[in-house]
């Protein structure tokens, strides 16, 4: 599977970004997708994901209320929809897919297969 990231760029705080992904294989209906982010100096963490079916959506405490993520079946594709932004959310941000895997695994790194190239957000004040 290849992802490919993209929408990323420079916002004011408070500004809104979508970012978008998309995915190479002919399967894409068998992965949950998700967001990661990575700023500088710290561990990549968990944003969001959606579940195969695109039924059952889940979210960090930190963007809960402020993102949202869906995906599009047909056209392969991830997006995301970042509102209020603010300096903490300035990182880059990686798409990824798995297929199968627990639920309780879905916020941890170690338990997704694929990852796009990121793309950079920076949120100015």
């Known amino acids: 599977v290849q992802l490919q990231a993209s929408g990323g760029g420079l916002v004011q705080t408070g500004g809104s970004l979508r970012l978008s992904c998309a995915a190479s294989?002919?399967?894409?209906?068998?992965?949950?997708t998700g967001w990661f982010r990575q700023a500088p100096g710290n561990e990549r963490e968990f944003v969001a994901a959606i579940r195969s079916n695109g039924a059952n959506t889940y979210y960090a405490d930190s963007v809960k209320g402020r993102f949202t993520i869906s995906r599009d079946n047909n056209n392969k594709m991830v997006y995301l929809q970042m509102n209020t932004l603010n300096g903490e959310d300035t990182a880059v941000y990686y798409c990824?897919?798995?297929?199968?895997?627990?639920?309780?695994?879905?916020?941890?790194?170690?338990?997704?297969?694929?990852w796009g190239q990121g793309t950079l957000v920076t949120v100015s004040s």
């Open positions: 990824a897919a798995r297929e199968g895997g627990i639920l309780s695994t879905l916020r941890q790194k170690e338990y997704w297969q694929y």
């Open positions: 294989t002919r399967t894409f209906r068998r992965y949950d």
